[in-house]
């Protein structure tokens, strides 16, 4: 770290080393590092001058030098089942989504974090994948999502899943980063971290070299290359048996169960013969499947190609799966009355022109990137306000 540089660093988010690096390049004692590192990570501040051990010059030397929060919240919307979704302004004005949820248990949150803004993979069924790839986040601004969420919600972050905007594993190296300063720093360890990949057979096996405890999750969605080509176009660098193989290398390496994540498109990814295939194919694994019934996204010309299947069909799946010996669930849907999918809120501010301004009211009849919804929050800097319900908006075109 550049003393001389005279723009702002960004201090949270970052590790306690490189605190440290800043501080020595200010001359100042490297005590104090460890008094900002704490302010930051065991205290939350959101400003230099809640740092009062710091003495007044050291605040201000501080507040021309370096900044916090990294990260700025440009919007929030609160779910009806306590569910937030963020939207946060990174230092050059992009945004990315956080979301922040609970479960059964209501005392264990899990924040669910963005790695690149945009994605380069273009899952057809995405409201990222509709963005088109921006730029890789770096460790801190992954980390500061956690840090953000937990100074604004005031709830302490519990697990952390690598499912946000992006492909975690197309950004691998500043990912492992942030899972070291989230352990080392915010203190999540890595059997509380999941990383989810579409795929990407290099990042597996780099992640594997770390032998960290964090869970990897495939993105399945179909059993085969050639129908999974159709919604995950890297099928074609990586087919379904090399991802097999990868997985199974990552299991005799790290010991850690894996999950397999399988989106349900009706018509799509849905049919028995599908749920067989797929008992087959993970026979061997070490892994639980969760499968993802499908939340209806439009793409940027209006149109949800995809349908969610019938609750039958759901089930119908589920039991043919669970012929493989394997766990499965479906997985407990959070947020569905807020832009809760990946990408849906980034999008609809992007449409609107929004993403870099202050936090402000959305006109409740713009909504591209967005479903229908019973009336939900839009909470932002200003306070909360009830949105008024919207008319569910009918698919005007299905893909079969
Ligand atoms: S589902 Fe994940 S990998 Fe696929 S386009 Fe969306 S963000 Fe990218």
Redesign the pocket.
């Known amino acids: 770290m550049n003393s001389t540089n005279t723009s702002p660093c960004g201090l949270s988010g970052k590790s306690k080393q490189e605190i440290e690096q800043f501080v020595t390049g200010l001359c100042l004692p490297s005590y104090r590092a460890r008094q900002i590192h704490s302010w930051i990570y065991a205290r939350n501040a959101a400003s230099f001058d809640e740092m009062t051990d710091l003495g007044k010059e050291t605040r201000q030397l501080l507040k021309e030098r370096a900044q916090i929060p990294l990260l700025k919240l440009a919007h929030l919307q609160v779910s009806a089942d306590g569910t937030r979704k963020y939207l946060f302004e990174l230092p050059d004005g992009q945004s990315v989504e956080s979301v922040l949820m609970s479960f059964d248990d209501r005392t264990s949150f899990t924040a669910c974090v963005s790695s690149q803004v945009g994605?380069a993979?273009?899952?057809t069924f995405?409201a990222?994948?509709y963005l088109g790839f921006k730029r890789n986040l770096a460790a801190a601004e992954i980390v500061d999502q956690v840090m953000s969420i937990q100074r604004e919600s005031g709830k302490r972050v519990a697990n952390v899943v690598y499912m946000g905007?992006?492909?975690p594993l197309l950004n691998v190296e500043e990912v492992i980063k942030s899972i070291a300063v989230l352990g080392q720093s915010v203190g999540i360890g890595a059997r509380h971290i999941t990383v989810s990949t579409?795929g990407i057979v290099p990042g597996i096996r780099r992640l594997a070299q770390e032998r960290l405890q964090v869970t990897l999750a495939l993105?399945l969605h179909a059993p085969e290359s050639k129908s999974r080509q159709e919604i995950v176009p890297t099928t074609s660098r990586f087919p379904v048996d090399e991802l097999m193989q990868a997985l199974a290398d990552y299991y005799s390496c790290c010991q850690r169960r894996l999950t397999i994540e399988y989106v349900l498109l009706a018509g799509i990814t849905d049919s028995p013969d599908q749920a067989r295939q797929l008992a087959q194919l993970v026979r061997n694994l070490h892994c639980n499947i969760n499968l993802i019934p499908y939340n209806p996204t439009e793409n940027r010309d209006g149109i949800a190609a995809y349908a969610r299947p019938s609750l039958s069909a759901q089930q119908r799946f589920k039991r043919l799966a669970e012929s493989s010996g394997k766990t499965v669930t479906i997985r407990l849907e959070r947020g569905t009355d807020i832009d809760a999918a990946?990408?849906q809120l980034h999008n609809r501010f992007e449409d609107e022109g929004k993403t870099s301004a202050a936090p402000r009211e959305l006109d409740g009849q713009a909504r591209a990137g967005s479903q229908g919804r019973a009336g939900y929050k839009d909470v932002t800097a200003g306070g909360a306000q009830e949105r008024p319900a919207v008319k569910p908006k009918r698919p005007r075109a299905r893909r079969s």
Do not use: H, I
């Open positions: 994605c993979v273009g899952c995405c990222t994948g905007q992006g492909e579409s993105s990946c990408g």
